[in-house]
């Protein structure tokens, strides 16, 4: 039986992917922040490791609990979180705090498992983003850290070619989790919207997306299952692809950069 570790498991796409590859037989370990979604996971007879990835003390302490469990055969990186807002609004404390979490805790636990898996070989897969691709209004903060990721996670792959550690990104676009109500508190924490030259858009667009239901589902959302069946490809596959793509979108902005300009590109991340 193989063991992976996933980031990220009070809901969404960690959770169905920690079902999902326990459904295949594999050994799962989960992380979460909160005390409750971790009981959660115990309920369910996964082990659950605290982990505050913007917290280098609880990244160490992590790794080593896992570690402690036994050989570890692959990594998902999954735990992110966005901050809603105009780019030219986003104070220095705002992407501090994003990027300790989306990109540095994730390159510190991954750093932190990299003797292990040179030594018995392992798999670190790395959940990025279509807007890993692209950026999108109103996501600035977030696309930084996934653009970021991504770029990482490429050098890695090749520099640690010479190891019998392989490196995979997962770009799904929109998947239906809670990552919109879960951005709330964070928009609220650091946007000064009101006080924004853009306090009418607000108002009239992001604002609506963050506090109403939905009028309808966005008609290219899959599930957080979809992302699941790649994850179980990039772990199981014998020669993994550096890139995996979930939805529509994501294929569609993978070949926008390959084919289009920049100015057909800033269209495209308008009409988005």
Same mark, same amino acid.
């Given at each position: 039986?193989?063991?992976?570790?996933?980031?990220?498991?009070?809901?969404?796409?960690?959770?169905?992917?920690?079902?999902?590859?326990?459904?295949?037989?594999?050994?799962?370990?989960?992380?979460?922040?909160?005390?409750?979604?971790?009981?959660?996971?115990?309920?369910?007879?996964?082990?659950?490791?605290?982990?505050?990835?913007?917290?280098?003390?609880?990244?160490?302490?992590?790794?080593?609990?896992?570690?402690?469990?036994?050989?570890?055969?692959?990594?998902?990186?999954?735990?992110?979180?966005?901050?809603?807002?105009?780019?030219?609004? #986003?104070?220095?404390?705002?992407? +501090?705090?994003?990027?300790? /979490?989306?990109? =540095?805790?994730?390159?510190? %636990? !991954?750093?932190? *498992?990299?003797?292990?898996?040179?030594?018995?070989?392992?798999?670190?897969?790395?959940?990025?983003?279509?807007?890993? #691709?692209?950026?999108?209004?109103? +996501?600035?903060?977030?696309? /930084?850290?996934? =653009?970021?990721?991504?770029? %990482? !996670?490429?050098? *890695?792959?090749?520099?640690?070619?010479?190891?019998?550690?392989?490196?995979?990104?997962?770009?799904?676009?929109?998947?239906?989790?809670?990552?919109?109500?879960?951005?709330?508190?964070?928009?609220?924490?650091?946007?000064?919207?009101?006080?924004?030259?853009?306090?009418?858009?607000?108002?009239?667009?992001?604002?609506?997306?963050?506090?109403?239901?939905?009028?309808?589902?966005?008609?290219?959302?899959?599930?957080?299952?979809?992302?699941?069946?790649?994850?179980?490809?990039?772990?199981?596959?014998?020669?993994?692809?550096?890139?995996?793509?979930?939805?529509?979108?994501?294929?569609?902005?993978?070949?926008?950069?390959?084919?289009?300009?920049?100015?057909?590109?800033?269209?495209?991340?308008?009409?988005?």
């Amino acid at each position: 039986m193989k063991t992976v570790l996933i980031t990220g498991c009070s809901s969404g796409i960690g959770l169905d992917g920690a079902r999902h590859m326990r459904s295949r037989g594999w050994r799962v370990i989960t992380t979460c922040r909160k005390d409750e979604d971790l009981e959660a996971r115990r309920a369910e007879g996964f082990e659950a490791i605290h982990l505050e990835l913007a917290d280098e003390n609880s990244v160490a302490r992590a790794a080593d609990a896992a570690l402690s469990l036994g050989r570890i055969d692959a990594l998902v990186n999954n735990a992110a979180f966005a901050i809603p807002g105009a780019a030219e609004d #986003l104070p220095r404390g705002a992407l +501090r705090s994003i990027f300790e /979490a989306n990109l =540095f805790g994730t390159h510190d %636990l !991954t750093r932190r *498992l990299l003797p292990h898996f040179r030594q018995h070989g392992g798999r670190v897969v790395n959940i990025s983003s279509v807007l890993g #691709l692209v950026g999108i209004p109103w +996501r600035g903060a977030y696309v /930084a850290t996934k =653009f970021a990721l991504e770029g %990482l !996670t490429d050098v *890695l792959r090749v520099e640690m070619a010479d190891t019998p550690v392989k490196f995979v990104l997962i770009e799904p676009g929109p998947i239906g989790t809670k990552i919109r109500q879960n951005s709330i508190p964070h928009f609220e924490r650091w946007i000064d919207w009101k006080s924004s030259a853009r306090a009418d858009q607000y108002r009239q667009s992001l604002l609506k997306r963050l506090y109403e239901p939905a009028a309808k589902k966005d008609r290219f959302e899959l599930p957080p299952s979809a992302v699941s069946a790649r994850i179980a490809q990039a772990l199981e596959s014998a020669n993994p692809r550096p890139r995996y793509y979930v939805t529509t979108p994501t294929y569609i902005s993978g070949i926008g950069r390959r084919l289009f300009s920049t100015r057909a590109l800033d269209w495209f991340a308008r009409r988005s």
